[in-house]
């Protein structure tokens, strides 16, 4: 199973991006949907989710500044990440996680954000 993320950059502090993140239908009928980040030296960390049906969740660094989505019939997810930080540099992932009698997990290869002046 594979998942594409798109999106990263360089981007000032202060700025947008948008990213992106497909992979077959099966996963966006009924996975739930994450994004995580990884820092320069750090572990990878869970940013938001967001449920088949729809349901959203964000950790303390993405609430009120990053807003995850999905549209099922395109099977994208994206994020929408504003007011960015330099401390929101980081590899950013996309995971795919359902939990039935097995825990399935797939992940994508990772887009680069860089946030810096």
């Known amino acids: 199973v594979r998942l594409v993320e798109s999106g990263g950059g360089l981007v000032q502090p202060g700025g947008s991006l948008r990213l992106s993140c497909t992979g077959p239908?099966?996963?966006?009928?009924?996975?739930?949907m994450n994004w995580y980040r990884q820092a320069p030296g750090k572990q990878r960390v869970l940013v938001a989710t967001?449920?088949?049906?729809?349901?959203?969740t964000y950790e303390d660094v993405a609430k009120g500044r990053f807003t995850i989505s999905r549209d099922n019939a395109e099977n994208t997810v994206d994020l929408q990440m504003n007011n960015l930080e330099p401390e929101d540099t980081a590899v950013y992932y996309c995971?795919?996680?359902?939990?039935?009698?097995?825990?399935?997990?797939?992940w994508g290869q990772g887009t680069q954000v860089t946030v810096s002046s």
């Open positions: 995971n795919a996680y359902l939990a039935i009698l097995s825990a399935y997990n797939y």
């Open positions: 239908a099966f996963i966006f009928d009924r996975y739930t």
């Open positions: 967001i449920t088949a049906d729809g349901r959203t």
